[in-house]
């Protein structure tokens, strides 16, 4: 195994470091981290693989086995594994990250919610994820993407932290290779072609770069370059759980049995349409000639057989239901209770309480909050490297009965600060990155109120004055 020790000792030989990044592109497609990606992918892409790449078998007279090309043979792949997915990102990230401390959240740009959303959800889908700080942005770096760059991480022996790694990506197998080596003091950019060895493409640089002097020595070209790196490495790991697999492990059984069964389900139901005929005192007639009589049957819907007393009987053959159907259920509910994901469906009918709601949210907010840590691992490394200081926290997207946590918090109201109502009742609505604007202009609007207030009593005051004046002459 390729260590980031090993890259160290190779020195600065750019031919020993191009050959070392394609030994490093090769292991890590060899990886159990790469196939697992690959195979949890698979799965949130809704490609499952047990049952897209079944297929049916019948066994001839002579015993060989070969494809089934005649009977039904649907392929229906659940999505469970997307929806479950999509459920505990969306439900930690889905109103973004929020700070406490004012111009924290602008210094990690505009789309960082994003692509921090995309971070994570790789997390989950392999089990291991990185994204890496770009001078103002953040960028997902999957160790797997089946329509992108990979990134293969470095580990080191001491520590088992990824200080380097290699970003690769190839159109086709006849297409050349492409890879970046990111290293903590700069990253270098390879190539290798169809039939020739590897060579650099750019050499190493800093992350962060620019030029130096005034306009004129711009334009002049006389302006000075310079570079300068990151505190920390700005390649950061994100964990999908504590256990640091893909959420794939554990559910994949399940996934591929209600695949499986729901498609025998659909072939026996499409199957038990047709009517089966059987030919009594026929014993003379050929597989051809049964084959014959069923076209016939087909076409013209009847059939007269005459045939030293021969007589023919339509069967019809109704599947099985009821199993299969009570099968299906359960895998379903053993799905949701393994992920511990919320089956909303069973929640959104009705005037349901929000005690019920949070009841039924319980097992996913558990959960969520095992993946917030791994979150928040991953945000401080961020923010470390890109200067970052603050407090990162998370709104949680679910269904509620807003009207009443809204009402809830009116009527403790007397007891709390006009701020932290205002605050909890637009983190409820889902705007609670808007609380410091809406508070600001709140206090412009009773500065302006009191003001007006005060005009008001000095014109009543003075013509209380004058109205005294007139009285005493």
Not at 434 to 442: F, H, R, S, T, V
Request: hydrophobic letters at 35%.
């Amino acid at each position: 195994m390729l260590t980031y020790q090993d890259l160290q000792a190779l020195g600065n030989d750019d031919a020993k470091r191009v050959d070392f990044c394609r030994q490093v592109i090769e292991q890590h497609k060899q990886s159990e981290l790469y196939e697992i990606a690959k195979l949890g992918d698979e799965y949130d892409r809704k490609q499952n693989r047990a049952i897209t790449q079944f297929i049916r078998f019948i066994y001839r007279v002579d015993g060989a086995k070969v494809p089934d090309t005649f009977s039904s043979n649907y392929r229906l792949a659940s999505g469970f594994f997307n929806r479950f997915l999509t459920q505990e990102v969306q439900t930690l990230l889905a109103n973004g990250v929020t700070f406490k401390e004012q111009g924290a959240k602008e210094k990690l740009g505009e789309k960082f919610d994003n692509k921090l959303t995309i971070v994570a959800r790789y997390a989950l889908s392999a089990g291991l994820s990185f994204g890496f700080w770009d001078n103002d942005r953040l960028t997902p770096f999957p160790v797997y993407d089946k329509n992108g760059a990979c990134y293969a991480p470095l580990v080191d022996e001491d520590t088992g932290s990824f200080p380097a790694g290699v970003r690769f990506w190839q159109l086709d197998t006849n297409k050349p290779l492409f890879g970046t080596l990111y290293e903590p003091d700069g990253y270098t950019q390879m190539v290798w072609r169809p039939g020739e060895n590897g060579a650099i493409l750019k050499q190493k640089q800093a992350y962060k770069t620019g030029t130096i002097g005034s306009p004129a020595e711009r334009a002049a070209g006389a302006a000075q370059e310079y570079g300068e790196n990151y505190v920390g490495f700005p390649v950061v790991p994100m964990w999908g759980n504590q256990q640091h697999q893909s959420e794939i492990i554990g559910l994949l059984g399940n996934i591929d049995c209600y695949d499986l069964i729901k498609s025998g389900f659909a072939n026996s139901v499409d199957e038990a349409s047709y009517i089966y005929w059987t030919i009594n005192n026929a014993g003379g007639m050929t597989d051809k000639d049964l084959i014959e009589f069923i076209e016939h049957m087909k076409t013209v819907k009847a059939a007269v057989v005459n045939d030293g007393g021969a007589s023919a009987a339509a069967t019809s053959v109704e599947a099985p239901y009821n199993s299969r159907e009570a099968l299906l259920n359960r895998l379903e509910d053993d799905l949701y209770r393994d992920f511990m994901a919320t089956k909303t469906e069973d929640i959104a009918a009705g005037n349901v309480t929000a005690t019920q709601i949070d009841a039924a949210y319980d097992p996913l907010n558990s959960k969520v909050d095992q993946f917030e840590y791994c979150v928040l691992d991953f945000l401080h490394g961020i923010m470390e490297v890109a200067g970052v200081q603050g407090t990162p926290t998370f709104t949680r997207s679910q269904v509620s009965n807003k009207t009443e946590q809204i009402n809830n918090v009116i009527a403790s109201a007397q007891y709390l600060g006009n701020d932290y109502v205002t605050r909890k009742i637009l983190e409820i609505l889902g705007d609670g990155d808007q609380a410091d604007k809406i508070l600001k202009e709140m206090d412009a609007e009773n500065a302006n109120r009191l003001k007006e207030a005060e005009a008001r009593l000095k014109e009543l005051e003075e013509a209380r004055k004058a109205a005294e004046g007139e009285a005493a002459e």
